[in-house]
């Protein structure tokens, strides 16, 4: 069975950094494309930023483009989201997804087809 499990979520003040994990099991994702996702209360849910299978081409939302960086360790099956200068409107869940059918790094939610559970990212101004 496979399962995706965020970490490192947490409160923050503004101008501060987090750093989330995603852990997965029951399948290696080394040739699948990695992506973050958030999603705020009353909103829908949002793209991040995402990966290639190799950490070789990523792309950001220009929200979070130039303070957010992902990145991902194959041997450790896992794709981190290392979020720097925070303000309150990074506020949200953020979810970890992994795309095993599309080739690339993609940033629309219907292109991933397995999804963590979300971790809460709350930013205080």
């Known amino acids: 069975q496979v399962q995706l499990v965020e970490s490192g979520g947490g409160l923050v003040q503004a101008g501060g950094s987090l750093r989330l994990s995603c852990a997965a099991s029951?399948?290696?994702?080394?040739?699948?494309?990695m992506g973050w996702f958030r999603q705020a209360p009353g909103k829908e849910r949002e793209f991040v930023a995402t990966?290639?299978?190799?950490?070789?081409?990523?792309y950001y939302a220009d929200s979070v483009n130039a303070r957010f960086t992902i990145s991902r360790n194959n041997a450790r099956n896992a794709v981190y989201l290392q979020m720097n200068s925070l303000k309150p409107e990074d506020t949200a869940v953020y979810y970890c997804?992994?795309?095993?059918?599309?080739?690339?790094?993609?940033?629309?939610?219907?292109?991933?087809?397995?999804w963590g559970q979300g971790t809460q990212v709350t930013v205080s101004s």
């Open positions: 990966i290639n299978w190799s950490g070789s081409y990523t």
């Open positions: 029951g399948r290696t994702f080394s040739t699948s494309a």
């Open positions: 997804a992994v795309a095993t059918d599309i080739y690339g790094a993609p940033s629309t939610t219907n292109a991933y087809n397995y």
